[in-house]
């Protein structure tokens, strides 16, 4: 099954687009993208030349991935979300050699129009609530809102809320699926599940 686009998107010759894509009406994928398979590309997002976009990745309308932007697989960005690529930019002041990479790692959730400050890198399966600004290095599995962002709980791979506290130690079992997380020393991980169990 190849990649389909609707008649009204471009799509730049040398883009690489993975099969089982759909993109959407008014979308742009630079020639240097590179986007995996099962991805869906919602009305008038942009993706710039230095982005690599995993699979399964969920990108809803009116957001742009501009350059030095990496989604890992499964991502989920929310309507018109922000990325920046620039830290401190003026319109006066060519910057481009001055990007700061961005990285969403797998299964994370980005909200309806947060902000992810340029040079972060958002945590496997974190959560960021709808319009937060995030502008430091977001853990797994962790939930974020508000402006600055800060972190208010633990998310499990499902998308629930876990009983957890924020700091020390505990484990929570994710109603829904069964996984098992434990808190230690600040840091989130899945302890079994029943993929891996």
């Given at each position: 099954m190849a990649w389909t686009a609707h008649p009204s998107a471009i799509v730049d010759a040398g883009a690489q687009i993975g099969e089982g894509t759909r993109i959407w009406h008014f979308v742009h994928v630079s020639p240097g993208a590179r986007i995996g398979e099962r991805c869906s590309l919602g009305q008038n997002v942009y993706v710039g030349n230095d982005v690599v976009i995993g699979d399964n990745v969920k990108i809803q309308n009116n957001v742009s991935v501009y350059d030095a932007v990496t989604l890992e697989d499964d991502v989920f960005c929310g309507p018109s979300m922000v990325f920046t690529n620039v830290y401190n930019p003026r319109s006066?002041?060519?910057?481009?050699?001055?990007?700061r990479r961005t990285l969403v790692r797998r299964g994370a959730t980005l909200g309806a129009n947060c902000t992810i400050v340029c040079g972060t890198t958002i945590g496997e399966y974190a959560f960021v609530g709808a319009g937060a600004v995030v502008n430091r290095d977001v853990p797994d599995f962790a939930l974020m809102v508000g402006v600055p962002a800060r972190q208010v709980g633990w998310m499990s791979r499902f998308g629930e809320r876990l009983d957890l506290p924020l700091q020390g130690s505990g484990?929570?079992?994710?109603e829904h699926t069964g996984e098992h997380y434990r808190l230690e020393a600040g840091r989130c991980h899945l302890e079994s599940s029943r993929n891996n169990a």
């Amino acid at each position: 099954m190849a990649w389909t686009a609707h008649p009204s998107a471009i799509v730049d010759a040398g883009a690489q687009i993975g099969e089982g894509t759909r993109i959407w009406h008014f979308v742009h994928v630079s020639p240097g993208a590179r986007i995996g398979e099962r991805c869906s590309l919602g009305q008038n997002v942009y993706v710039g030349n230095d982005v690599v976009i995993g699979d399964n990745v969920k990108i809803q309308n009116n957001v742009s991935v501009y350059d030095a932007v990496t989604l890992e697989d499964d991502v989920f960005c929310g309507p018109s979300m922000v990325f920046t690529n620039v830290y401190n930019p003026r319109s006066a002041v060519t910057r481009k050699n001055e990007y700061r990479r961005t990285l969403v790692r797998r299964g994370a959730t980005l909200g309806a129009n947060c902000t992810i400050v340029c040079g972060t890198t958002i945590g496997e399966y974190a959560f960021v609530g709808a319009g937060a600004v995030v502008n430091r290095d977001v853990p797994d599995f962790a939930l974020m809102v508000g402006v600055p962002a800060r972190q208010v709980g633990w998310m499990s791979r499902f998308g629930e809320r876990l009983d957890l506290p924020l700091q020390g130690s505990g484990s929570a079992t994710c109603e829904h699926t069964g996984e098992h997380y434990r808190l230690e020393a600040g840091r989130c991980h899945l302890e079994s599940s029943r993929n891996n169990a």
